[in-house]
Structure formats: structure tokens, C-alpha cells
């Protein structure tokens, strides 16, 4: 037997259930109607095709704005602006060994030690000799190594009192021998000589052109046998540089205006033109060598 259905309507109060009024509440809020007529565009961000999660996160960690970096502020220094020293100019160096050379000889000319003897000089013991060996014992000596031609901080015409002097400064380095050389390439080769007029030497001097007298033969040893000079050492050397037209320095001695000893002066560089023997007043056999001056230097005085 079915069960009769039966129908029941019930009423709501108003704004409740079914009883809904279709035109909205009684006093909306702005925002709320606003929001209602607003039509709103949401547009998705394009997704890069086949990007992964790890990926989407990666760049959701990124920053979203461009970094700008911090403006650096300036500073000031307090520290004292550095001055540099220069290292002296060959030239310099020169005068600084002639000026201390002065200095010691004249402390040790007026040293009556070094008069009377004392370590290994006797009374008789030259000062230059002893000035010397002080100067080299200080490190006073400049252009140490031998060398062809210009020799730095030297200039044309530059006087020396003594031979230990030439040395000290690297333009002549032997104290006693005239002729000074060097070995290249298992050849001797003349650097310079110290060429004298008068006082028993025979070396002659004419405008740019210089005769001098080789070494050798005791020429002008007083007390000793004279002997012919042969083609060895210095005489050798100047042959040498003859034939490979090398340059020689040549320091030319003089008597000093005072009759007390003799000045050396740097009269520049010279090419040996030509050498031949011939007999001395001993006698015996003398190499001579001819050699002139080459242009372009100063003006000799």
C-alpha cells in the first residue's frame, strides 16, 4: 500500500531562504555595487614551455626590481703626498768619487803617519796610491767594468790631477802601464792610453792627430838596458783595434803650469790609422802608432 505524499509550503522572513528580493539589499555599500559593475581583465603570466617547478621557484626567488648598487662616499686622505728620491746621473757619480778623492788626500797629506810610514807605506809612499786604495776600500769607484769607447758621466775635456783618478772614475784603469785593454772574443783590443809630450816620452800631438810610442823596451827607465818593443799586451792591442777600426779613449798628460807634476785630460775617441818601427836614440826598435780624432766631439780646448 503506497504512502500518500504530502506537500508542505513554508514561509521564510524576508531576506531569508527563498525570500530573497532580486534587487540587492536595501542600502548596498559603494565599494560592494562598485565592485559588482567592475569589470575586471586578469591576464595569467606566459608560462616558458617546459619550464619545471624547480624552475617557476627559481624565478619567483628573484628579485623583481634592478639592484642598484650603493654610491661610494668619498674620502680624504690624510696621508703626506710621497716624495721620491732619484738615483744620481752618471755624471753625478763622477764628481761625487773626484770630490771624496780630494777630501782623502788632503787628510791624509796632512797625516804625518802617513808621512812617516805606518801599515804597509814607507816615508817615501805616494799619497795618490794610498787615497786610492782608501777609495776602493769605501766602494768609491764608479764604471767598474772595462769597455770600448764613451764611458758614462765622462766629458770632453774633463781634468785629473793623477792617474789613481782615471782609474777611480773607469776611464783608464791601469795607474802605471799607457796602454789599457781589454779581451773580446779572445782578441785584445786597446780601451785607451794616456799619451804625454816631454818628459822623456816621444808622443807628439797636432791638431786632431796623435803620434804616440808604444809600450815596452824600457824606454824610459832610467838605469835599465833599453831593448827593442815587440808586437805583445798593449802594442798588440792597438794593432788589433787598428784593424777592426775600433775606438781607443785617449787622455792626453801634460806638464802642469806649476812645474809640480802632471794634469790628465779626456781629449775623446780616436781610431788608430796606421803603426810602423823605427829606431829610437837608444837604438833599439820603437812601434809607433798614429791615430786622429773622431768628428763630431766637442771642440778640444
Known amino acids: 500500500m503506497k504512502r500518500p505524499m504530502v506537500y508542505a509550503i513554508r514561509d521564510f522572513p524576508a531576506g531569508c531562504g527563498t525570500n530573497v528580493p532580486e534587487k540587492g539589499f536595501k542600502n548596498p555599500r559603494t565599494s560592494d555595487v562598485a565592485f559588482k559593475n567592475r569589470s575586471v581583465n586578469v591576464v595569467a603570466s606566459p608560462k616558458r614551455i617546459g619550464a619545471s617547478l624547480k624552475e617557476e621557484k627559481e624565478e619567483f626567488k628573484k628579485p623583481k626590481h634592478d639592484h642598484v648598487p650603493k654610491p661610494e662616499l668619498a674620502t680624504c686622505s690624510k696621508e703626506e703626498p710621497e716624495f721620491k728620491i732619484s738615483d744620481p746621473t752618471p755624471r753625478e757619480k763622477v764628481l761625487d768619487v773626484l770630490r771624496v778623492f780630494k777630501q782623502v788626500y788632503r787628510q791624509l797629506d796632512e797625516d804625518k803617519q802617513a808621512r812617516r810610514g805606518g801599515d804597509s807605506f814607507d816615508a817615501t809612499a805616494r799619497i795618490d796610491l794610498k787615497t786610492q786604495a782608501v777609495l776602493e776600500k769605501m766602494g768609491k769607484r764608479v764604471n767598474t767594468y772595462k769597455k770600448i769607447g764613451h764611458v758614462p758621466g765622462i766629458q770632453v775635456g774633463d781634468e785629473f790631477q793623477y792617474k789613481t783618478e782615471l782609474r777611480l772614475v773607469g776611464l783608464h784603469s791601469k795607474t802605471m802601464g799607457g796602454i789599457d785593454y781589454m779581451k773580446i772574443g779572445g782578441v785584445n783590443f786597446a780601451t785607451s792610453i ?100 773622431i768628428p763630431g766631439q766637442p771642440p778640444l780646448t
Open 194 to 293: 794616456v799619451a804625454s809630450e816631454g818628459y822623456d816620452y816621444d808622443d807628439k800631438f797636432d791638431a786632431d792627430v796623435v803620434t804616440y810610442t808604444g809600450e815596452g823596451g824600457n824606454v824610459i827607465c832610467k838605469g835599465k838596458k833599453s831593448e827593442d818593443q815587440k808586437m805583445v799586451k798593449g802594442n798588440l792591442a792597438l794593432a788589433n783595434s787598428m784593424r777592426h777600426k775600433s775606438e781607443v779613449r785617449v787622455i792626453r798628460g801634460q806638464e802642469r803650469l806649476d812645474k809640480r807634476g802632471r794634469r790628465y785630460v779626456y781629449d775623446g775617441l780616436y781610431l788608430v790609422d796606421i803603426y810602423w818601427l823605427e829606431k829610437g836614440d837608444s837604438g833599439k826598435s820603437l812601434y809607433k802608432f798614429k791615430l786622429s780624432r
